[in-house]
């Protein structure tokens, strides 16, 4: 029950267009605004990873208790916003929520926003891959901060 009012809550941010989600994680450099925004959250040690990309390729990671910024690479940043144009999938569903330990994924990209458990759309799979790969080696860099 408390599963379905916590989805509730976020698939009403979601299709809102509401920000608030990435209020933690604000975008690392004054000169541009969060472009890209990613979380997942859940499963069974209860994650919560986010990563928000800047106009300019800026970078920055929170989770795991760490903090990480960082720049894309030109190659990286051209590839990943091929993949994010190549979504089409921009409505919330709630299907999947009712598994136990299910991750919830929430992506935004060009004042689109959508939230998915369990499993995302096909269309949002090359996309996701990229980000957690940029997440998990932020983290795993000895340089990302510890939170306080």
């Given at each position: 029950m408390m599963?379905k009012?916590l989805?509730?809550?976020?698939?009403?941010?979601?299709?809102?267009?509401s920000?608030?989600a990435w209020a933690?994680?604000p975008?690392p450099?004054?000169?541009?605004?969060a472009?890209?925004?990613?979380q997942?959250?859940?499963?069974f040690a209860?994650i919560d990873q986010t990563?928000?990309i800047?106009?300019d390729?800026?970078a920055?990671?929170?989770g795991a208790?760490?903090i990480a910024?960082?720049r894309l690479?030109?190659?990286?940043?051209?590839?990943?916003?091929?993949?994010?144009?190549a979504?089409?999938?921009?409505?919330?569903?709630?299907?999947g929520?009712d598994?136990a330990?299910?991750?919830?994924?929430?992506?935004?990209?060009?004042?689109r926003?959508?939230?998915?458990?369990h499993?995302?759309?096909a269309?949002?799979?090359?996309a996701?891959?990229?980000?957690?790969?940029?997440i998990?080696?932020?983290?795993a860099d000895?340089?990302?901060?510890?939170r306080?």
């Open positions: 599963r009012m989805f509730a809550a976020v698939l009403a941010m979601a299709t809102a267009g920000t608030t933690e994680a975008a450099s004054a000169t541009g605004s472009r890209i925004a990613f997942k959250s859940g499963g209860g990563i928000t800047t106009r390729g800026a920055r990671v929170r208790a760490r910024e960082f690479t030109d190659g990286e940043f051209r590839s990943l916003r091929r993949e994010l144009d979504v089409s999938t921009w409505r919330s569903s709630s299907a929520c598994i330990d299910h991750f919830t994924y929430t992506l935004s990209h060009r004042g926003q959508a939230t998915r458990c499993e995302v759309p269309d949002w799979r090359p996701v891959v990229r980000l957690e790969g940029l998990d080696r932020a983290l000895r340089a990302a901060v510890p306080g």
